[in-house]
């Protein structure tokens, strides 16, 4: 067994004995150890939230007086996450629609989402971007002034430019990567801190086409 694998089961069985759903929750808790994005009290979004282990770590940092909202396009079962949590089933780019209250703004978005890869990966990075940049684009519409983002990212010749965009809406932007995610996973995490961008009311704005673009063609 490699020293990789170690650490994968490592973390798989961490979370076992801890009661998370999925390794992962230990990115978000490692992000929020060293990047501080959650609060007591905040209001938290978590695009992507399946099967739930995010949901369950941000519940834990706002506490009972703050609430957590996730949708994912799979059903999330809320059984054994606390009352704070609100749990949607649908697509991020349309939460009104999937039942999330056009009034409703928060001091973090947590973004796990991926699409589903192709094992090209240049192909996967290019689509790890749009998934990304629906990320930035619900920003404006759903995030408090001074609100936080953290987004996933395939790393990638359009990273760059990514890190440029989340520069034009938030104060901070820096990317992290996890001791938790796998150390061969191009994988990283997108902190951003400071919403300063102009708030977009999501009741009049449409919602940009379903699905992340197709890479350029050549790649």
């Known amino acids: 067994m490699t020293k990789q694998r170690d650490i994968h089961d490592h973390w798989f069985n961490q979370a076992k004995r801890d009661g998370y759903r999925s390794r992962a929750a230990y990115k978000l808790k490692q992000i929020d150890d060293r990047r501080h994005v959650l609060r007591k009290g905040d209001a938290v979004l978590d695009l992507g939230c399946m099967p739930g282990s995010w949901l369950q770590v941000a519940a834990e940092q706002v506490g009972a007086k703050g609430e957590v909202w996730g949708i994912d396009l799979k059903a999330t079962t809320p059984h054994d996450l606390p009352a704070t949590v609100h749990v949607l089933c649908g697509d991020a780019a349309h939460l009104i629609e999937a039942g999330l209250p056009s009034d409703k703004r928060f001091n973090a978005i947590v973004s796990d989402m991926m699409p589903n890869t192709t094992g090209s990966r240049e192909t996967d990075h290019f689509r790890s971007v749009g998934v ?57 995490f997108i902190v951003s801190h400071g919403f300063v961008g102009t708030a977009i009311d999501p009741r009049t704005d449409p919602a940009p086409a379903a699905g992340p673009p197709e890479p350029p063609e050549g790649w």
């Not at 920003?139 to 440029?164: F, H, Q």
């Open 132 to 188: 990304c940049e629906l990320a930035l684009w619900l920003a404006p519409r759903w995030l408090k002034p001074g609100g936080n983002l953290v987004m996933k990212l395939l790393e990638g010749s359009e990273m760059p430019r990514l890190l440029k965009d989340a520069k034009a809406l938030f104060t901070k932007v820096k990317p992290f990567k996890p001791e938790a995610s796998r150390s061969e996973s191009t994988e990283i």
